[in-house]
């Protein structure tokens, strides 16, 4: 027996009981919390949760394009454990992190609980990716040293700087201006955002009237007569799930549309829903990149037709968050190439990875948040009813968010420097 | 079976719920924060009892759950004063002055009015809550660390600390509960539920009954709030808004209003049964919740704490 032949053996050996290896490593859990009941399960929760189920066993089997074409994450299969977010946050994550263990916390819809268990992930040293929550005050003011937790979803301030943008782009008389967002934390951040935005683009517009009804009100009657009495020529709204959809029902009729110029933030959620209702030309927002407004890509491609095959109809928004937040995830992990949780996370930091909605930087926040642009387009149906849009216009990163050293208030406040848009 | 009027022995409850706590603190981590936010919020419930003893339903006590939580997170967010040294006694002051006002109103009521005035009064602390921008609205806003008389613990030890402040204020809750349903005062809230009218002809004033009792419930729950948002680090107006207090409500009936312990316990055993339920039905998890506390309701008209009695006699 020579030399070499001895190191071939070992060297084969070696690569066997790697492979034996791999095969019998424990499978990655992951705690997903998401909606499951109440009113965001409908529009949030359930899309999260299809897409989680797609991304997960696709990811298992080894179904995705490059560059996600390795079977798992790192090798390990990887196992969902789904959580009830409308339970008490704080005690669930809990569970999930001491009890059940979990390798990973991947979810949070609502801003409170992403507030609420952003100290907890840094305290348990839990390994933590938020998928959506609005407030840009995670990275702010709540966890300021993060390293341990991750958003891969961008902050709401860049729907409202894309919608007052696109307002000012596409010449919409902007000299009465109207909101009519719901009168929680969300609405009341994104019509904040959105006034200041208008002030930092110099419209000289004058606040009409401003609508804060109940959150899951459903009937907005009064609320619609004091918008079409106010001479508003654009009407900006966050409304989401069941609200925006009882809006879409009770405005078009009324001819609020066809009065003024009316952007919807979250539009895109309604187009699969109400495809005959919402007026042509409204003004669509998806909260980022996504579905209709993703750019071209092989991975778009596959994503929404496994989505569709696996649950009947294509991904909306919230979708399309989730399984950017999972091949975040994986993309981290596979570049640490190690299972060890402080690796993973030094990875995922200032991390550049594709997603089916195109590039995500984890560029501020420290290097936690992620920043994505934004596109805004006009409703409208093709000849054989199905939903669309048209007149897109996508604004950079860069152009809508706030640079790292800057919290998205003050650089509203300041006007935007920094702002780079083509 | 009339409800026990009897408290001369529950303090050897207490003592078993001691006990119970500090067996506790050997528990899993999860296990033992389950155990904590339970004792709090079963502070609140306890208020709740007492108010059932009197004949009262306060559909509104996450109120004063919600004003010991916020004076808490204002004091320790806004003003910078972390010590519970001052934090929670800040929690139960607030709650009992809030509480001697409403008193004053609420007193003069009883049943269907009474418990649709207070869920009332909750809800109105919730819509300014709403819609107060600067306190981070229905997000709510985030405590930082707090200390404990002066030594700040570091980050492991302050599971710890907060654990044995939470057991130590619920015991003290349920022992002063238990002072005050041994004296005249506590003793006359079944009287009130009874008859009134013959209580007030013995010359006593039913309405300062039910206003002390009122007031005794508010700095309960005002210290469990407290407590609560120690534990979680965390308030949000959900703490006031009507389903919380629904809640409270309901551990008070399913735990029965025979001892000062009782509601505390429920507390812990829900849940349990909650987070367990959670964990195996994930879509279906209120159904669990709904059907149990259906079967106890039926099974249990006097609640769980008939079984313990029982055992008793």
């Known amino acids: ?422 | 079976m009339m409800p026990t009027l009897d408290f001369r022995r529950d303090h050897l409850f207490v003592a078993v719920l001691a006990l119970l706590v500090i067996v506790g603190f050997f528990l899993p981590s999860w296990m033992r924060f389950l155990i904590q936010t339970a004792m709090a919020s079963g502070l609140v419930a306890l208020g709740v009892m007492l108010q059932m003893r009197a004949g009262l339903v306060s559909f509104g006590q996450g109120l004063f759950f919600c004003i010991g939580g916020y004076a808490v997170g204002l004091l320790a967010a806004k003003a910078g004063i972390t010590d519970v040294a001052l934090l929670l006694p800040a929690a139960a002051l607030a709650a009992l002055v809030i509480g001697l006002v409403l008193g004053l109103l609420l007193s003069r009521y009883r049943e269907i009015f009474y418990a649709m005035l207070t869920l009332a009064v909750s809800m109105i602390l919730y819509g300014l809550l709403v819609k107060a921008a600067s306190l981070g609205s229905t997000d709510g806003f985030n405590i930082p660390a707090v200390s404990y008389f002066g030594f700040v613990p570091d980050q492991a030890a302050r599971p710890d600390w907060s654990y044995a402040l939470t057991g130590v204020v619920v015991l003290a809750g349920c022992l002063g509960a238990l002072a005050y349903l041994r004296s005249g005062a506590g003793a006359m809230l079944d009287a009130v539920r009874e008859n009134e009218i013959r209580l007030s002809y013995l010359g006593t004033s039913p309405r300062v009954l039910v206003f002390v009792v009122y007031a005794v419930a508010a700095v309960l729950s005002g210290l469990g709030g407290g407590l609560w948002a120690i534990s979680s680090g965390h308030v949000d107006p959900e703490m006031t808004y009507w389903t919380t207090s629904g809640q409270f409500v309901f551990v008070a009936l399913l735990a029965g209003r025979g001892s000062v312990v009782a509601p505390v316990m429920a507390y812990f055993l829900l849940e349990l049964l909650r987070t367990y339920a959670l964990d195996i039905a994930p879509n279906a998890w209120q159904l669990i919740l709904g059907s149990a506390m259906l079967a106890v309701i039926v099974l249990l008209p006097r609640g769980l704490w008939s079984l313990v009695a029982r055992a008793r006699t």
């Open chain 1, 1 to 422: 027996m020579t030399l070499k032949t001895v190191l071939a053996g070992t060297a084969s050996l070696c690569l066997i009981a790697g492979a034996v290896q791999a095969q019998d490593q424990e499978p990655i859990t992951l705690g997903i919390p998401v909606f499951l009941s109440g009113a965001a399960s409908g529009p949030f929760g359930l899309p999260q949760r299809n897409a989680a189920e797609v991304i997960i066993a696709e990811l298992n089997a080894g179904n995705l394009p490059a560059p996600y074409d390795t079977k798992g994450i790192n090798g390990r299969m990887v196992e969902a454990n789904y959580v009830d977010e409308a339970a008490d946050a704080v005690q669930e994550y809990r569970n999930m992190a001491e009890r059940e263990g979990v390798d990973a916390v991947v979810g949070y819809t609502s801003s409170g609980n992403c507030k609420a268990v952003a100290p907890l992930a840094e305290e348990l040293q839990q390994l933590t990716v938020l998928v959506d929550c609005g407030t840009p005050q995670i990275f702010e003011s709540v966890v300021t040293d993060p390293t341990y937790l991750f958003r891969t979803g961008p902050t709401g301030t860049i729907d409202s700087v894309g919608a007052a943008r696109y307002l000012v782009d596409t010449g919409v008389d902007m000299s009465e201006v109207a909101g009519i967002n719901q009168n929680y934390a969300w609405g009341q951040d994104a019509w904040a955002d959105f006034t200041g935005s208008l002030i930092a683009l110099d419209t000289g517009s004058d606040i009409a009237t401003e609508q804060f009804p109940q959150v899951f009100a459903g009937q907005y009657g009064a609320e619609i007569s004091a918008l079409l009495t106010s001479g508003a020529k654009a009407i900006h709204t966050s409304f989401w799930g069941g609200d925006l959809e009882a809006f879409i029902l009770q405005a078009a009729p009324r001819g609020l549309f066809a009065r003024s110029a009316v952007v919807m933030t979250t539009g895109e959620a309604a187009m699969q829903r109400l495809p005959n209702e919402i007026p042509e030309g409204a003004i669509i927002g998806a909260r980022g990149p996504y579905s209709y407004f993703a750019p071209e890509s092989e991975l778009a491609t596959w994503f929404r037709d496994a989505y569709e095959k696996a649950h009947g109809q294509p991904p909306s928004y919230p979708a399309w968050k989730m399984a950017q937040a999972l091949l975040g995830l994986k993309s981290a992990w596979e570049k640490a190439g190690s299972d060890d949780p402080a690796a993973i996370a030094k990875a995922f930091e200032n991390l550049e990875y594709e997603t089916p909605a195109g590039t995500v930087r984890m560029a501020i926040g420290n290097g936690h948040q992620a920043v994505q642009g934004i596109a805004y387009g006009t409703y409208k149906q093709d000849a054989d009813g199905n939903p669309g849009v048209e007149n897109v216009i996508a604004y950079a990163a860069e152009c809508v968010n706030p640079p790292n050293d800057t919290t998205a208030a003050a650089w509203i406040e300041a006007g935007f420097p920094g702002a780079s848009c083509n």
